[in-house]
């Protein structure tokens, strides 16, 4: 009895692998969003619910062709990568070069580090008004505020990478008598590479949040005040249609960083799952 | 006779800790000829690592006479050789790259000997390998090929085998015994294992702990290579390990004999 019922289970995990691999493995990661379309199509499609609570994913998509066709969309996709980019590089740059200074130097670390580790537990939402009654709500402001988002993950993480570069390949570099040149561009940076590239990844996030919050304290161009002005004529079309450049432009730049960490970090020896 | 190359006199070496000071080296005296194979013996704690290290300059902390060929040690350089118990790789780097590490490889002379030293430690095909595919021995003979490459004076070695398996450890110690006599590089070797002493050592120094010092030094006067089966290298053996019987328990590693 109990026999068959191993039986009949593996027989079911043999058909459940068989359906997977029927379908190429790149496509696996598209199976459930696929689904759900379906799903949201046909009960939208049905007109089960109101078109301003949620319209169909052929709406979305004709509106999407609209914005598109009338150059509108790239123009607000435009002015919001330019801000989110502009931002990130500076608080990255900043924060890399931050991050290395008080990595390699006590004295540095000392003085500067408990600061930032201050301003870094500040909530940055609670200082827009500030920043709007310093700087007005023009690009200045916008490009600030992501800039200070950025900033910190790639403080923090190049600083910790360097700290935890080994202490038995520093004596090897003592022993071969590393310039101190070399045991920062020969060992430290590429000790530290795998968490400077974490905090870049986790700062790409950051700026890309900070955008939107940006782009609702007011302003006439990019994809958050897109989204904000549909809402305010109900056309929540253009809503999912700003949602989906979000998240689609968001995946893009992290595999972007992911493409340079698989290349990078070839020599990693880690579970791969 | 050749000059003596490393002078070790009246060393003593002294550990601060929280419940008080610790001799870890009680008046060492020792000297290397240039070429000679040296290996040093002891249970743990008999301070043969500490004495490696501060020949390496990796401790400068000490008191008495260090020099080597005649200048005394106050820092780590590429003249003393260093290997230690883990090959210490840098694992971003391929293996040729890790042997030429701060030197570059676009400079003929150095991918001339680094070319050649893949050779001498047995590691064709495998240049373009990260450390993380290699094996254990193949790592550490890359460590070997790395330090050689800067033809040092003196090679330290501080247990390189003791964390191989007995049939790697044994075609280790001839990868090591075939690359000394071949650039007759000094060999400073320290260990636990009583063959590995007697199979490698021109003569072997037996040290003790508590304080630790120097209780003997024993020529091994036979020919390489050396039969670990042979009645000499058994009586040797056993005169080495007499040595250690006197004293107390000895926490020597008596097995791995192959």
Request: net charge positive; charged share 20%; hydrophobic share 45%.
């Amino acid at each position: 009895m109990s026999g068959q019922v191993v039986e009949k289970k593996t027989a079911n995990r043999a058909a459940g692998g068989d359906w997977l691999s029927r379908i190429p493995k790149s496509l696996h990661g598209w199976i459930v969003p696929l689904v759900i379309t379906a799903i949201w199509q046909a009960v939208t499609g049905m007109g089960l619910l109101s078109e301003t609570i949620l319209p169909t994913p052929l709406a979305i998509l004709k509106s999407f062709a609209a914005l598109g066709a009338s150059g509108e969309l790239f123009e607000h996709l435009g002015i919001s990568i330019y801000r989110a980019g502009m931002g990130f590089f500076l608080g990255g740059t900043l924060g890399l070069l931050l991050g290395l200074f008080s990595g390699l130097g006590k004295v540095v670390e000392k003085t500067l580090d408990p600061s930032l580790q201050m301003l870094r537990t500040v909530p940055l939402l609670s200082v827009i008004p500030l920043f709007i009654l310093w700087f007005g709500i023009g690009e200045f402001s916008k490009v600030l505020l992501i800039g200070l988002g950025a900033f910190f993950p790639v403080y923090v993480n190049t600083f910790l990478g360097i700290r935890s570069t080994d202490a038995k390949l520093c004596e090897v570099s003592r022993i071969f008598q590393y310039t101190k040149l070399q045991q920062v561009t020969k060992l430290i940076i590429p000790a530290a590479l795998p968490n400077i590239l974490l905090g870049v990844r986790l700062s790409l996030g950051v700026s890309w949040l900070l955008l939107v919050v940006a782009e609702m304290m007011g302003t006439s161009a990019g994809i958050g005040y897109m989204i904000q002005d549909a809402r305010a004529y109900s056309e929540t079309e253009i809503v999912f249609v700003g949602i989906i450049i979000f998240a689609v432009v968001g995946k893009l730049s992290d595999s972007a960083v992911r493409l340079l960490e698989t290349r990078w970090l070839r020599w990693r020896d880690t579970y791969k799952g | 006779m050749a000059a003596e190359m490393l002078v070790v006199q009246e060393l003593n070496k002294t550990f601060a800790t929280p419940t008080g000071d610790v001799i870890a080296l009680n008046r060492i005296g020792l000297q290397v000829k240039q070429g000679e194979f040296i290996t040093i013996i002891g249970p743990s704690g008999c301070g043969k690592s500490t004495l490696l290290k501060i020949v390496a300059g990796l401790d400068t902390r000490y008191e008495g006479t260090v020099l080597l060929n005649g200048k005394p040690i106050d820092g780590p350089s590429i003249e003393k050789g260093f290997i230690f118990q883990e090959p210490r790789l840098f694992p971003w780097l391929t293996v040729e790259k890790n042997i030429a590490a701060n030197l570059s490889l676009r400079k003929p002379e150095v991918r001339k000997r680094v070319d050649e030293l893949i050779e001498l430690v047995r590691l064709k095909g495998f240049e373009q390998s990260y450390p993380r595919e290699l094996s254990g021995g193949m790592a550490q003979r890359v460590a070997i090929a790395r330090a050689l490459l800067r033809s040092p004076d003196i090679l330290l070695l501080d247990e390189p085998f003791g964390a191989l398996d007995a049939f790697t450890r044994s075609h280790m110690q001839e990868v090591l015994l075939d690359i000394w006599q071949k650039n007759r590089t000094t060999m400073l070797f320290v260990t636990h294992d009583l063959d590995e002493a007697v199979f490698l050592g021109e003569r072997v120094v037996i040290m003790n702990p508590r304080p630790g010092h120097i209780r003997h030094i024993l020529p091994i006067n036979l020919p390489y290579p050396r039969k670990r089966s042979g009645n000499a290298f058994q009586e040797l053996r056993h005169r080495v390990l007499s040595e250690f019987e006197k004293v107390e328990g000895p926490d020597i590693d008596e097995g791995a004999g192959i």
